[in-house]
């Protein structure tokens, strides 16, 4: 079993930014495909970027989020970040971690095998 917790979450001013962590124990997800998506209220959870288990494969974003945010990983720390630039109030929302066994990217919730608790954006206007 993997546990995925997530952290860095708050209240920033729209133009901020925010880095968010999620940081996996129970076994190594070195070799897992990494994501962040969001909710927002009244929302359906939705995809905001993915890293492949090398990097190899690439990178996903979200095009409500091409040139803000930054998804990265570091193996050695069991630790997947997404960096958020630029935030603005639509941006606000429920962050989750979400680690994936299959290796090439994917965009689809149901295909991500293990979530964290979420924490929460709130950008102000």
């Known amino acids: 079993q993997v546990q995925l917790v997530e952290s860095g979450g708050g209240l920033v001013q729209a133009g901020g930014s925010l880095r968010l962590s999620c940081t996996a124990s129970g076994r190594t997800v070195s070799s897992y495909t990494m994501a962040w998506f969001r909710q927002a209220p009244g929302k359906e959870r939705e995809i905001v970027a993915a890293?492949?288990?090398?990097?190899?494969?690439?990178?996903y974003y979200a095009d409500s989020v091409k040139g803000r945010f930054t998804i990265s990983r570091d193996h050695a720390k069991n630790t997947v970040y997404l960096q958020m630039n630029s935030l603005k109030p639509e941006d606000m929302a429920v962050y989750y971690c979400a680690a994936s066994t299959l290796r090439y990217l994917q965009v689809v919730s149901t295909l991500y095998d293990y979530w964290g608790q979420g924490t929460q954006v709130t950008v102000s206007s």
């Open positions: 890293v492949s288990w090398t990097g190899t494969y690439g990178t």
